[in-house]
C-alpha cells in the first residue's frame, strides 16, 4: 500500500516529518527500521562486554627472557628466585623494588638438638670412623651406646649428664649394677644392660689377657683387671684370682659380698675353692666403697689369717691389693706380706 505525503507531529519534541509518496512501502521500511536497532543494540552490547571484561581481566604480559635460560612473569608467583634472575629484574625495573630472601643461617647446635640434626663431621659416630676412637670424648663415646638421648637433649647431653652424676667417673658409671642404673634419670633397661655388657665385655678381654701372661710379672693386668670388676660397687665385695705353679691365670672368682663397710670372709670356703681347682697360689683383691684404698687392721689381720690357712695346703698368697676408685694398695709392693 502505497501513501502520499503527510505530515505528523512528535509527541515529545513537536518536530515535524514527511514521508514521501514513493520512498519505500510500509512494511519495508518498517523491516530496515527493526533490522538497524538490532544491529546498533547488538553494538552497544558488545562494547558494553568489552568494556566489563578490561575491566575484569588484565593482558598477560609477555614472558621476558631471564639470563638463565628461564623466563619471568610479573604474574607468576615463587617462593624463591635464582640469584642471576634477581639481577635481571633489578636491572630491568629498578633497584629496591626487589627484596632478596636473606641467606639462610646454619643451625645453632645445642644439647637439645638430636644427633640428626647435627653436621654429619660432628656426629660421634662418623668422628669415630674418620679420626679413631681415641679421638672422642667419654660423652661421646657413651653417646654412640646411649644411641638416642631423651626429649629435648641429646644422646651427649644425657652422657654427659649421666657422668655428672656419677661423679665424672666413667669407671664407676660403667661397674654400677645395672638395678642401680636404671634409677638414674634416661636409663631404662635396654641401656643400663648395654653398658652392663660392655663391661663384661672389657672385663672377659683382661681376663684372656691374664691368661696368656704370667701375672706375677704383670701387675699392671691384674690392676686392669680389678679396676674393671670392683671399681664403682657400691659395696664390698672379695675376689680371689687362682693361678697355676707357672703364675698363670687358673679363674677369678667373687667368693664374698657384703655391704658398704664390710663382707664377711671364711677362710675355709678359700681354702676349698683353692684345693677344688689345685691352685699353687693366690691374688687376693677387694674393694672399698668410701673411695679410700688405705687397709683398715681388719684387712691386715684377715691378709695374715688367709695366708696362714692357705699355707697349710701349700698355696702361696703373691699378694692382696685393695681398689677404691681409682686408687690400688699392693700389700706386696708396701712389704705387708
Excluded at 315 to 337: K, N, T, Y
Aim: no cysteine; net charge positive.
Amino acid at each position: 500500500m502505497w501513501h502520499g505525503v503527510r505530515e505528523d507531529v512528535l509527541p515529545a519534541s513537536g518536530t515535524r516529518y514527511a514521508a514521501h509518496r514513493h520512498a519505500v512501502p510500509q512494511h519495508a521500511s518498517l523491516r530496515h527500521a527493526a533490522t538497524q536497532h538490532a544491529s546498533t543494540q547488538h553494538a552497544s552490547t558488545q562494547h558494553a562486554s568489552t568494556q566489563h571484561a578490561a575491566t575484569r581481566q588484565h593482558p598477560a604480559p609477555n614472558p621476558e627472557r631471564l639470563p638463565n635460560g628461564g623466563t619471568f612473569r610479573p604474574g607468576a608467583r615463587s617462593n624463591r628466585l635464582p640469584e642471576p634472575s634477581l639481577a635481571f629484574i633489578r636491572r630491568a625495573i629498578g633497584p629496591g623494588s626487589v627484596e632478596v630472601p636473606a641467606t639462610p643461617q646454619p643451625l645453632q647446635l645445642t644439647d637439645t638438638s638430636p644427633l640428626r640434626h647435627w653436621p654429619e663431621r660432628e656426629r660421634p659416630r662418623e668422628r669415630l670412623l674418620r679420626h679413631g676412637a681415641a679421638a672422642l670424648s667419654d660423652a661421646e663415646l657413651l653417646a654412640i651406646l646411649l644411641r638416642t638421648g631423651n626429649r629435648g637433649q641429646s644422646a651427649v647431653a644425657l652422657a654427659k649428664q649421666l657422668l655428672a652424676d656419677s661423679g665424672t667417673s666413667l669407671s664407676r658409671l660403667l661397674t654400677t649394677e645395672p638395678e642401680q642404673l636404671m634409677r638414674m634419670d634416661g636409663l631404662g633397661p635396654a641401656r643400663a644392660t648395654t653398658l652392663a655388657v660392655v663391661v663384661e665385655l672389657a672385663r672377659r678381654v683382661l681376663v684372656e689377657k691374664m691368661e696368656d701372661s704370667i701375672l706375677i710379672n704383670s701387675p699392671e693386668i691384674v690392676k686392669e683387671y680389678l679396676g674393671i670388676t670392683l671399681r664403682g660397687l657400691a659395696r664390698e665385695v672379695f675376689v680371689v684370682i687362682f693361678l697355676n705353679a707357672q703364675h698363670r691365670l687358673i679363674r677369678a672368682d667373687q667368693l664374698f659380698a657384703g655391704t658398704l663397710a664390710q663382707t664377711p670372709v671364711f677362710p675355709r670356703e678359700v681354702v676349698k675353692r683353692a684345693l677344688e681347682l689345685n691352685a699353687a697360689a693366690v691374688i687376693l683383691a677387694h674393694n672399698h666403697p668410701s673411695g679410700l684404698p688405705t687397709p683398715s687392721e681388719a684387712d691386715r689381720i684377715l691378709t695374715r689369717t688367709l695366708q696362714t690357712a692357705l699355707g697349710h695346703v701349700d698355696v702361696r698368697v703373691l699378694d692382696h691389693i685393695i681398689v677404691a676408685g681409682g686408687q690400688h694398695h699392693s700389700f706386696s709392693v708396701h712389704g705387708e706380706l
